[in-house]
């Protein structure tokens, strides 16, 4: 141990490695806690940069939202060394609030283990980057055997810092850092006088006056997946949340840009998108007004872009976003949009002869070289989908009575609308027209599909294909399995997992995509038609660095797949025609088939029997169960791995209480919310470990995920005994935390 007076200089840990997210812990309280004041606070982890120095110890600077130290904190891993703590700098300026957020500190790291770790994880790569070696001093205090207490500072101290500004000056230069590798976009800078923001949490004021400056922000943006355009999204949630005039500020700009502005238009389209994404996932939260939020900025489009006299094309484009972010049109949207197309204004969508209508809407595909059965129908759902279901069905009904056998193969597909009583509809249809109007194709994909569909409706699609069968109607073969990339993120927090496959295709490629998510099946598939060498390697990197995805087995593939397919089934939820498209495109003959999580556990156990080795040991699923809590701050993939939704909210709130604590908080999810849900994360992990086998690089061994994922499924392992699982309570409260910071 060093001697006292060589312990000078403590620098932040962001300094050191500046490309890390790492380093600091964002508190929040929402309310006053004695004279801490309710609101952000960041704890800025700091370590000594004397050469060879073993000091086994951490300042934390504590900074409110105004980016001003109001705490200074010293804490020794030790507990029986003279700097254990922990306690207040008393060479320091403290606030008045210091004590109370010392306590705060000291309730946290008692209850939150992966924070010692994460401070023992630092302090030792501090100590390599100066010293040029691995550390190799004795082992740290093992987290949960001592109960941290605080305790004054050793003898002599307060003379180490005397009248000394390292640690401000160290802050004021990490300070600089963070806002000069985050320049403010323009439509963003500050007003005069207006005070700096923390670099350390989310802004909690809204940047953006209206929604004109936020589609203009979009516009600005190149690449709808960077960092910048999720801060983007993050500020337009805050505005629709805070602006009951967000809706209609919108709606008005789609119609004032769409002769006006096309670049404008396109913003506005996906501002939109994203809007209609944030408001479904509220929906499937249950969060408070939710339903009335929906109801409203549906009603915003019903009022002045499905209006008469509005262009039925903008129609047209709004109603793609509606299809695509896959939310319910609401009846209000069908009744505007019905009195729209009666309206003589507005024009028919169809003139007195729908097939002429139709065969000039295949004429304008060809120019665009769009001329499939799957293009068609997109065309349709575009100026149809919005419409009354009764309308819908009939003219589904003459399109499988039409000449083109192009137009009947789209009334076929059909079947796939977003709405179940128009598929219920284009079913009977299909039950009830002559075996001889289907063709080969049709009939493949009728046979093809059949399972994907619940008991009803596959019932009259068997009725088509027996009627088929007795005009001689051939089916088409399915084309041969080709050779494919696969690349696959893993389940993320909201249970869905990436899939994206790449065929070559001369110098470039084809890519395919498949979104599969529990609860929902196959909840998105669309198809890229051309990509080239260098988008697929930039996409590969997004993919890698945003969700990471590695690459995998096409069996892992055609598993997820089957078992999505048998989850929307059972849900009532029906994949993309798209779906299909990609099917027929890779050769593979996906036929619904449900998870079992008891079986793949097994299969995956007698793997890691027959090979034997380390991995077989108890001292391996030991450590394996042990070093999962620290998946959620290091490995991408765990990083959304939380619970989110107005129960969540309603436990954790009342666990909390007015003293804000924090350890009956994670107590309170991890019995009232993950043991009721364990079945769903057993799931989660099972198809996550098997993620992890099928990966020809994988983040972290199979092996460990199957242990975790074994005691999940296990009833008799308490939750409370399981790491991972108290690392995602920890989680779900922090967001719950973020939530209110937000709003």
């Known amino acids: 141990m060093n001697k006292l007076e060589d312990l000078v200089e403590m620098v932040p840990y962001p300094l050191f ?34 050469e060879n120095c073993d000091c086994r110890r951490v300042s934390l600077l504590v900074v409110n939202e105004k980016s001003k130290i109001v705490a200074v904190i010293e804490f020794g891993f030790d507990p029986d060394g003279p700097f254990a703590g922990p306690f207040l700098n008393p060479a320091e300026k403290q606030s008045a609030a210091a004590g109370d957020l010392l306590q705060i500190f000291v309730e946290a790291v008692n209850d939150n283990q992966p924070w010692l770790k994460g401070m023992y994880r630092h302090y030792k790569e501090v100590r390599k980057k100066i010293d040029g070696r691995a550390y190799k001093g004795k082992p740290l205090p093992k987290p949960g055997l001592v109960t941290r207490q605080i305790s004054p500072p050793a003898p002599g101290f307060e003379q180490l810092h005397a009248e000394d500004e ?24 500050r007003k005069k006088g207006a005070q700096p923001e923390n670099p350390f949490l989310p802004a909690l004021k809204q940047s953006f006056e209206n929604m004109r400056a936020i589609v203009q922000a979009y516009q600005l943006e190149e690449d709808g997946l960077s ?4 801060e983007l999204q993050t500020e337009l949630r805050r505005y629709i949340f805070h602006q009951k005039t967000a809706a209609d500020e919108l709606a008005n700009l789609l119609v004032g840009s769409f002769t006006a502005d096309e670049a404008r ?54 109603t793609q976003v509606l299809l695509n972010s896959r939310v319910e049109i609401l009846p209000l949207l069908h009744e505007a949009n019905s009195q729209r197309m009666f309206d003589v204004s507005a024009g028919p969508e169809f003139d007195a002869n729908p097939e002429q209508a139709m065969l000039d ?77 289907l063709t080969s194709a049709a009939l493949r994909r009728l046979i093809l599909a059949r399972n994907w569909f619940g008991e009803e409706l596959r019932n009259k699609i068997d009725q088509a294909i027996a009627n088929a069968r007795r005009a001689r109607v051939e089916c088409a073969p399915l084309a041969q399995p080709v050779a494919l990339q696969v690349y696959a993120s893993a389940v993320d927090g909201a249970q869905a997992q990436l899939f994206q496959m790449f065929l070559p295709q001369k110098k470039d490629f084809l890519c395919c995509s498949l979104l599969p998510k529990i609860g ?28 990471g995805a590695t690459e995998v087995s096409v069996d892992y593939l055609d598993l997820r797949v089957r078992q999505s397919l ?82 969540v909210d309603t436990v954790v709130r009342k666990a909390l209480g007015r003293k804000q604590n924090f350890a009956a908080a994670i107590d309170a999810v991890a019995t ?32 460990q995920m199957f242990y975790v994922a074994e005691a999940v499924a296990d009833d008799q392992i308490a939750i409370a005994d399981i790491p991972l699982m108290m690392a995602i309570a920890e989680s779900s409260v922090q967001a719950y935390l973020g939530r209110l910071a937000e709003r």
């Open 17 to 50: 490695f500046p490309q890390t997210e790492e380093g600091v812990v964002n508190l929040l309280l929402p309310q006053k806690v004695g004279k801490a004041k309710a609101g952000g606070y960041s704890f800025i982890e700091a370590y000594c940069v004397q």
């Open 166 to 189: 390292v640690l401000a000056a160290a802050f004021e230069k990490l300070l600089q850092s963070a806002v000069k590798g985050s320049p403010m976009p323009d439509n963003r800078r």
């Open 227 to 230: 960092d910048s355009h999720r």
């Open 265 to 318: 238009l396109d913003a506005a389209l996906q501002v939109l998108h994203d809007t209609l994404e944030i408001l479904r996932v509220e929906l499937e939260r249950s969060r408070p007004e939710a339903v009335q939020r929906m109801e409203q900025w549906q009603t915003a489009l019903a009022q002045q872009v499905f209006a008469p006299g509005v262009d039925g094309e903008l129609g047209a484009m709004v």
């Open 361 to 437: 809407l295949i004429a304008e595909l060809e120019e665009e070289d769009k001329v499939t059965a799957f293009d068609f129908l997109d065309a349709i759902l575009q100026m149809l989908a919005v419409g009354d279901v009764e309308v819908q069905v009939g003219i589904c009904g003459l399109m499988l009575r039409m000449e083109s056998p192009l137009i009947r193969e789209a009334g076929v597909l059909m079947l796939f609308h977003p709405q179940a009583d128009v598929r219920a509809g284009v079913a009977q249809e299909l039950s009830e027209i002559e075996g001889e109007r």
């Open 520 to 547: 929902a099946g196959i909840a998105d598939a669309y198809i890229i038609p051309q990509m080239t060498k260098v988008e697929r390697r930039q996409f590969l990197q997004m993919m890698a660095a945003d969700v």
């Open 566 to 647: 048998a989850d929307g089934v059972a849900q009532g939820k029906m994949p993309s025609h798209w779906l299909l498209a990609i099917a027929e495109r890779l050769g593979r003959d996906w036929q619904a088939a449900p998870l079992d999580v008891a079986v793949e556990l097994s299969k995956l156990r007698e793997g890691i029997m027959r090979t034997g080795g380390r991995f077989a040991t108890e001292k391996y699923k030991g450590e394996a169960l042990e070093d999962a809590d620290t998946w959620a701050a290091r490995q991408r993939f765990a990083d959304s791995w939380f619970e989110d939704d107005v129960k």
């Open 672 to 703: 009232q919310i993950l043991q009721p849900r364990r079945q769903s994360w057993s799931e989660r992990l099972v198809l996550t470990a098997l993620w992890l086998k099928a990966a020809k690089k994988p983040p972290v061994a199979w092996q």
